[in-house]
């Protein structure tokens, strides 16, 4: 597939930015005009997808993912999420490390279904929701 095409003035402001912005690899000069090659699939000016979360922040204490605050009124809290629950499964998969939960959340879109089984109190729950547009 050849990437997409993009004409603009030489060294512009604007160019330089598109460039950066679209990961373009060749600028070749015609005329007044740059032409500049990208390596983006498409130019597009879509805003990106905003990120997903559930509204919880957590720490690694003793080798375990705790959870520190669960912010009100987000999906976390409205899963039954508590500070202080420590996560051991995100979807399905043991969590044994910060790096591996926060992978799982950044993988998420608005509205995929998050599943976390936590140990409250000696017991093990699994917690069920949706993510949400992180505004935090």
């Given amino acids: 597939m050849t990437p997409p095409l993009c004409l603009m003035k030489p060294a512009s402001d ?3 930015s598109l460039i950066r912005r679209y990961k373009m690899t060749k ?4 005329m007044a005009f740059s032409l500049a090659l990208a390596t983006a699939p498409a130019l597009s000016t879509a805003q990106p ?5 559930i509204g919880v922040a957590f720490q690694t204490q003793n080798k375990k993912i705790k959870v520190a605050e669960v912010m009100p009124g987000a ?6 999420i508590q500070a202080g629950d420590v996560i051991t499964h995100a979807g399905g998969k043991p969590m ?5 939960l926060t992978a799982y959340f950044s993988s998420l879109k608005v509205g995929d279904p ?3 089984t936590v140990k409250r109190k000696g017991q093990s729950l699994e917690l069920k929701g949706t ?3 992180r505004t935090w």
């Avoid at 600028?27 to 015609?30: D, E, T």
């Fill in 96 to 100: 044994s490390s910060q790096t591996r």
């Fill in 14 to 16: 604007q160019s330089r």
């Fill in 27 to 30: 600028v070749i000069p015609v």
């Fill in 75 to 80: 999906s976390g809290a409205l899963m039954g």
């Fill in 131 to 133: 993510a949400i547009a």
């Fill in 114 to 116: 998050v599943v976390l």
């Fill in 49 to 53: 997808s905003p990120k997903a979360g």
